[in-house]
């Protein structure tokens, strides 16, 4: 397993927290009130500069509304992880109509067996 540094972490949380904040269409100054933090400690995240704390990223996941799996996949290399993060990234990207569907037909999936006949 490669060493993953502070800076490392720090500057991709800062990258998919920009392009989810833009995706969203709020400006820095508009999510800093929603979040309730400064705008500079803002500026700070989204450009690599500044950790951020664990209830500060949970606030913005929930603003924002994407996937924690986002933020961590490109540090995860166990393979099976990383299967479960494609899908669940396959998932998401799915209209809130077929994420419905999808979610009423997996009790049968987890129930079968293709080894009956």
């Known amino acids: 397993m490669k060493p993953i540094s502070k800076s490392d ?3 991709k949380f800062g990258k998919v927290l920009r ?5 969203k269409g709020l400006t820095q100054e508009q999510l800093s009130e929603k979040l309730g933090i400064s ?3 803002i500026s700070r995240i989204e450009n690599g ?3 951020i704390k664990t209830q500060t990223l949970i606030k913005y ?18 393979e099976d992880l990383k299967n479960d993060i494609e899908l669940t990234e396959m998932i998401c990207s799915l ?3 077929k994420k419905e569907f999808l979610k009423n037909i997996l009790p049968f999936i987890e129930n ?6």
Do not use: A, C, Q
Not at 67 to 73: A, C, D, E, G, L
Not at 112 to 117: A, L, M, N, T
């Open 9 to 11: 972490i720090d500057e």
């Open 19 to 23: 392009e989810f904040r833009i995706k």
């Open 39 to 41: 705008l500079k400690y």
């Open 49 to 51: 500069n500044n950790g």
């Open 61 to 78: 996941i929930n603003i924002l509304g994407f996937s924690p799996n986002i933020i961590y996949k490109d540090f995860i290399e166990n």
């Open 95 to 97: 209209p809130k109509g």
């Open 112 to 117: 079968f067996d293709p080894d009956d006949k």
